[in-house]
């Protein structure tokens, strides 16, 4: 079992950029999938991004390919999310989570341990 903590949201205007943070609990964090999803009011949450156990393979949603970047830190059990060049439409509360299962690792299903989410507002 592991504990996620995200950190790193805030207020901030369009074109700008955040990196949020994923502190996890335990030292197995490295046998786990850890990814970066959102919601904002009154949508589904969507995957953003997921990176791979060694940290050598990441994977991100179209709509913020090229401009978020997906990292993770095993020795320090802590995940990223580097977010540029940030749009009002990226705001949403954004929610780390973790997974030992088998992938593709891009739907909320998959995942068993969640965050309690950070917020992240743009504005235009």
């Known amino acids: 079992q592991v504990q996620l903590v995200e950190s790193g949201g805030g207020l901030v205007q369009a074109g700008g950029s955040l990196r949020l943070s994923c502190a996890a609990s335990?030292?197995?964090?490295?046998?786990?999938?850890m990814g970066w999803f959102r919601q904002a009011p009154g949508k589904e949450r969507e995957f953003v991004a997921r990176i791979n156990r060694s940290g050598d393979s990441t994977y991100y949603a179209d709509s913020v390919k090229g401009r978020f970047t997906i990292s993770r830190d095993n020795a320090k059990s802590t995940g990223y999310l580097q977010m540029n060049s940030l749009k009002p439409e990226d705001t949403a509360v954004y929610y780390c989570?973790?997974?030992?299962?088998?992938?593709?690792?891009?739907?909320?299903?998959?995942?068993?341990?969640w965050g309690q989410g950070t917020q992240v507002t743009v504005s235009s």
């Open positions: 335990g030292r197995t964090f490295i046998t786990y999938v």
């Open positions: 989570a973790a997974t030992s299962r088998g992938g593709p690792w891009s739907m909320v299903r998959e995942y068993a341990y």
